[in-house]
């Protein structure tokens, strides 16, 4: 499974952007999907993640309603809606995928295939 993050950028506090992962290589359905974040000198950590085939999905509590996840096994892509974004959502986001096997998302050490990170900054 290749991976390919796209849709950072640079937004003013209160603003919103969508991220995009589009997968190639096996069969989209088959995998869970999650997205990462990551700022210099700390752990990656969770975001939000769906299952293959989105009937199950989890947010970390500091979402807060703000972030959507979805995706669309038809187009082989998933998505990050990120709402109401703080200067604190500044981070490299990736995302990620795991044979589905109905755990919950936020272990990152259970995903084979990252993708290559997209930057989004959060101006105040």
């Known amino acids: 499974v290749q991976l390919q993050a796209s849709g950072g950028g640079l937004v003013q506090a209160g603003g919103s952007l969508r991220l995009s992962c589009a997968s190639s290589?096996?069969?989209?359905?088959?995998?869970?999907m999650a997205w990462f974040r990551q700022v210099p000198e700390k752990e990656r950590e969770f975001v939000a993640g769906?299952?293959?085939?989105?009937?199950?999905?989890g947010y970390a509590d500091f979402v807060k309603g703000r972030f959507i996840i979805s995706r669309d096994n038809a187009k082989n892509t998933g998505y990050l809606r990120m709402n109401d974004l703080e200067p604190e959502d500044t981070a490299l986001y990736y995302c990620?995928?795991?044979?589905?096997?109905?755990?919950?998302?936020?272990?990152?050490?259970?995903?084979?295939?990252w993708g290559q990170g997209t930057l989004v900054t959060v101006s105040s």
């Open positions: 990620a995928a795991r044979r589905s096997w109905g755990r919950d998302f936020d272990n990152k050490d259970e995903y084979r295939y």
């Open positions: 290589g096996s069969t989209f359905s088959s995998y869970d």
């Open positions: 769906i299952s293959g085939r989105g009937g199950r999905i």
